[in-house]
């Protein structure tokens, strides 16, 4: 049985993914052994309007923790962390150079940020929270910080 995407307040938790609830990011483990992450909901509604993102290139290794892109919006200008160690093997300036906003518009699909190959997917997935889990703590930090999640429209 599918369970269906919590929204809240606005805010949309989709149970599909897995998230680092502490940072703000969502992880999809895609068919071909790569993942894809983003930034949530809460942190795109959060941060404002985006006005750049610098991606790392592809290629480059990282570690869990650190940066895969730097993204500069209204309110705030800081790293985006992977919770994933890996090579970056795409990322989504394309994306983001048609439409700025395209995270604001849709953080779960288009607005993607970057795509990498784990080194260590089988512990590091595992310590992240599935999105049925992850849902009570982002319902928690909605009600704590006073959250009303909102889409950008043109």
Known sequence: MDVPTQVYMGCQVP?????DVERDVWV???EDGTVTLGMTDLAQTRSGKVVSVLFKAPGRVLRAGQSAATIESAKWVGPFPTPISGEIVAHN?????R???VANRDPYGAGWLVRLRPSQPEAELAALTPGAEAW??????????QIRCYRCAD
């Open 136 to 145: 009570p703590a982002f319902k928690a930090r909605i009600d704590r910080d």
């Open 15 to 19: 149970p599909e993914l897995a998230y």
């Open 99 to 101: 439409d700025i906003l």
């Open 93 to 97: 300036q394309a994306a983001f150079d």
């Open 28 to 30: 999809r483990l895609e």
